[in-house]
Each structure stands twice: as C-alpha cells, then as structure tokens.
C-alpha cells in the first residue's frame, strides 16, 4: 500500500503563473517531508523540506504547505519558469523514529510553456 | 567539486552475470543508501548503510548485494537472482539519517 501518494502524473502550466503540485500521506508517524525535482537521466535533486512542526516554508520561489489534518502537503511555484519542467518527488520521513528512510511518491511531470 | 559520482551511466547484463554498480562519494557523508526507480514509480530503497562495515536491507534487498569497506565508496552487486533488474539506479547520500539526501546521476542496467 502507498504510504505516500502523487495523484497527478502530470500537470501543466503557462510561463509565469503558479504551479501547485499535490502529495497525500497515509502515515500518521511521517514527521518530515521532501521535495526533489528530477530532470531526465540524472538524479533527483533536493529542493526543499517541511518538518511537522511548522506549515509553511519558503525558499526563494518555492513553497512547501503542510495540513497535518489532512496528511497533505503542496508545492508552490512562483512564477513557473520552463526550466522548472522536470519530475517533481514528494517524500517522507518517520524523523523521531526511523533510521532516516525516505518514502518517495511515484512524480508528477510538470511541463512549464512558454 | 563535491559530489556523488556513480558509474558506469549504462550497464549491460548478461543472463546468469553479476554486475556491480559504482558508487563514490566526497561530501564526507556517513549514510549512503541505493533505490531502484523504474518507469512511472518512485523510488525504492534497496539497501542503506549508517557507517562503514554496517549495511540493512531496504524494502527489495532481494537479488542484490552490498559493502561499505570504506566511507566513500557503497557499491551495489545486482545478482543473478534479480530476476528483473532492468531499471534505473541511484545512489544517495547524507550526512546524518535525519538530513536530506543527496543523489548521483544514476546507473540504467538493461539486460542483453
């Protein structure tokens, strides 16, 4: 069963405006959340994180909300830039009780157009 | 520059062969881990390691083999009993458990 869910393969967005991508948990223990963007043949690359204390953190033109209600957590870009077309991974983390294993969603291919 | 660098970028196997993909890193980093990522999946994680000469098994350990002997270097052995090792592989690093981890660029393994 998916502990950690990207219900959208794919999403895409006009240069500019903002790209909301979505990621569901179903672990209660996950306490520290991730996202990594992958280009095409390379590894994934960290962009930013949340842990479960806090419901929003920003960096530059990313942000990252957290609603532990709902055991959901978005990604916000502004303003999406066709450089930002890539695969985007949510992950957690049990940050108080694991041994630092990630839990990864399966992506969502963002394509950003000119 | 610091670094994961893994190698080679594309592997082929033969039916019955070992391969052993390459992993090194130069970040100084304790934790290194290995996943597995094939077409429209995330990541999985085959086998970690916290420190030098210490390795777990991760959810798909089966068919595969590792060693930490040294801090910089965590190479993955895909077996002949990986039944179906056609994917795309990398490697992660971090400085504790609890940071976030850094990737190479990937080993594809395709079967001849």
């Known amino acids: 069963d998916q502990q950690v869910k990207q219900n959208s393969p794919s999403l895409s967005v006009q240069e500019g405006r903002i790209s909301i991508l979505n990621c569901d948990y179903t672990n209660s223990m996950f306490d520290y959340f991730l996202w990594y963007k992958k280009y095409p043949a390379e590894g994934p690359t960290f962009l930013i994180s949340?842990?479960?204390?806090?419901d929003k953190n920003e960096d530059g033109r990313f942000t990252v909300f957290l609603n532990k209600s709902a055991k959901h957590l978005s990604l916000h870009i502004v303003p999406s830039q066709p450089g930002d077309s890539a695969v985007y991974f949510c992950?957690?983390?049990?940050?108080?009780?694991?041994?630092?294993?990630?839990?990864f969603g399966k992506g969502t291919k963002l394509s950003v157009k000119p | 520059d610091g670094g994961i660098t893994q190698s080679p970028k594309y592997l082929f196997r033969k039916e019955g062969q070992n391969v052993t993909l390459s992993c090194e890193q130069n970040l100084n980093h304790d934790a290194m881990y290995w996943y597995r990522q094939d077409p429209g999946q995330g990541l999985r994680l085959i086998y970690y390691s916290q420190i030098v000469n210490d390795f777990q098994k991760g959810d798909i350990a089966e068919g595969y083999s590792v060693s930490r002997e040294k801090k910089e270097s965590f190479p993955l052995t895909v077996t002949s009993a990986q039944k179906n090792p056609t994917a795309f592989y990398l490697c992660?690093?971090?400085?504790?458990?609890?940071?976030?981890?850094?990737f190479g660029d990937g080993t594809r393994l395709s079967i001849l």
């Open positions: 992950a957690a983390m049990d940050y108080g009780g694991s041994q630092g294993n990630l839990i």
């Open positions: 949340i842990s479960s204390i806090k």
């Open positions: 992660a690093s971090n400085k504790g458990v609890k940071q976030p981890q850094h």
